[in-house]
């Protein structure tokens, strides 16, 4: 797999990958999360790193290199986090990395 892509689409719910196997600072991919509503997400693999999720209401998809705004608190260590509002682009950024293997997984609520 790879940063931003489906795992499995269900009829009320969205399994993404937004980082694969990530072990170095990176942007991450937006994806489009207009047709869902709320999400909760893992970040698993970090030894000492920083992730942040990202969102944006741009009208068109952000350039990966744009960072948008940051959802909740920095991520130092694995855990999971809930957003009960999603933008309408979302991605997961590395900010800051020194070791580890970074993975960010999200499961998303359908508005439909």
Do not use: C
């Not at 942040?52 to 744009?66: D, E, H, I, M, Y």
């Not at 130092?76 to 293997?101: C, E, M, Q």
């Amino acid at each position: 797999m790879a940063n931003g892509e489906i795992v499995a689409k269900y009829k009320l719910a969205l399994h993404v990958k937004l980082l694969d196997a990530q072990v170095a600072a990176t942007d991450g991919v937006w994806m489009d999360m207009g047709d869902y509503a709320e999400g909760t997400f893992e970040v698993s693999g970090i030894t000492v790193a920083t992730v942040q999720l990202r969102g944006s209401n741009a009208a068109v998809r952000p350039v990966n290199t744009v960072h948008g705004t940051q959802l909740g608190t920095d991520i130092t260590a694995d855990s999971h986090r809930d957003v009960a509002i999603l933008p309408r682009w979302l991605k997961a950024r590395i900010s800051a990395y020194t070791s580890g293997t970074i993975n960010a997984l999200g499961m998303l609520k359908t508005t439909k």
